[in-house]
């Protein structure tokens, strides 16, 4: 297969139709795949009535998908996309657990660090880490929005060169990193830096970083993170501190995970974002006071929803 120019087509299911999930999705839906989306009844319907609206701000087209609400839509798939939040990890994995194979390709496509080691616990069996880099949103029922990028960083397994040959001909470029932790982790930090502060003020990261010390708070929650990494073992991928800045440029519109979570009244991520900083300094004696505020900052802010 991977020296073949022969398009396969693949069963493909995203579990977790949201945002992330459904980007991914489409893509693949509109280069040939048989794709399956599991999601919530409003938006299943949708979908299935309709569609799903695949909206590039200067052009949308309607892909044709499944949707499902039940996780035994997973069953028969040769790759799985878990798009879940982290809160639900274990939860999907064991819904899911029932109707996937030992050669099932299960991907994490998540924030946070630890999911793909979590979910694979669950599953018993290999779980695919990767790094997502991609801004999205939901503009309604079975319509996402791609706001920028789109790349996505993977780990190495037996398994990453067929993802590779799958992802990239659906216009969705992929990189195998020997270091794919330390990518995790890295992008854990960009979330770190950007995702409490914008679930707070409700705002998008280019009118975020133009507020009064937001750089210097930035910084000072990106260099916590970094200390509690090097404690931890963790080698960093790449230039952390210039990709923070670069995000207000490549995404100055995008509001962060966290800020649609609360937005939307949904219990969000940040337990595993900052409140993970928070808690791994704890366990290394590492002082984490601006992440320990945003953590605490942001809670109070989701305890308010309705």
């Known amino acids: 297969f991977p020296n073949s120019n022969r398009v396969v087509i693949m069963k493909i299911a995203v579990m977790g139709a949201g945002a992330v ?9 509109r280069a040939g795949h048989d794709v399956t989306l599991i999601g919530r009844e409003t938006h299943v319907a949708a979908m299935n009535r309709d569609g799903l609206l695949l909206d590039f701000g200067s052009s949308q087209e309607f892909v044709r998908v499944t949707g499902d609400t039940d996780a035994a839509g997973v069953a028969g798939s040769d790759m799985v996309l878990f798009c879940v939040k982290s809160t639900d990890t ?3 994995g064991e819904q899911i657990k029932p109707f996937i194979s030992p050669d099932t390709i299960v991907l994490s496509l998540q924030n946070g660090v630890d999911n793909a080691e979590r979910l694979g616990a669950v599953l018993g069996q290999p779980v695919i880490p990767v790094v997502v880099y991609v801004a999205t949103s939901m503009g309604g ?15 190495p397994s037996a398994q990453s060169q067929m993802v590779v040959d799958t992802l990239v001909p659906a216009k969705i470029p992929v990189e ?6 330390g990518a995790l982790r890295a992008k854990m930090i960009l979330n770190c830096a950007y995702n409490a502060l914008s679930a707070i003020t409700q705002r998008p990261y280019g009118e975020l970083v133009q507020g009064v010390g937001v750089w210097d708070v930035m910084r000072s929650a990106v260099d916590e993170c970094l200390t509690v990494a090097k404690a931890d073992g ?6 952390v501190w210039g990709a923070v800045e670069k995000i207000a440029e490549t995404m100055p519109g995008q509001y962060s995970s966290t800020a649609q979570d609360l937005a939307r009244g949904k219990p969000s991520e940040i337990d595993y974002l900052n409140g993970y900083i928070v808690r791994k ?8 006071p601006t992440n320990l505020t945003l953590h605490a900052l942001t809670k109070l802010q989701e305890s308010k929803a309705p």
């Open 234 to 239: 963790v080698t960093v991928s790449g230039d």
């Open 21 to 29: 999930g459904c980007y991914y999705g489409a893509m693949l839906a």
């Open 281 to 288: 300094g704890k366990e290394l004696g590492i002082a984490t």
């Open 90 to 92: 274990v939860d999907a």
């Open 141 to 155: 029922a079975g319509h996402v929005k791609h706001h920028g990028r789109g790349e996505l960083v993977i780990g």
């Open 176 to 181: 195998i990193s020997e270091n794919a932790n």
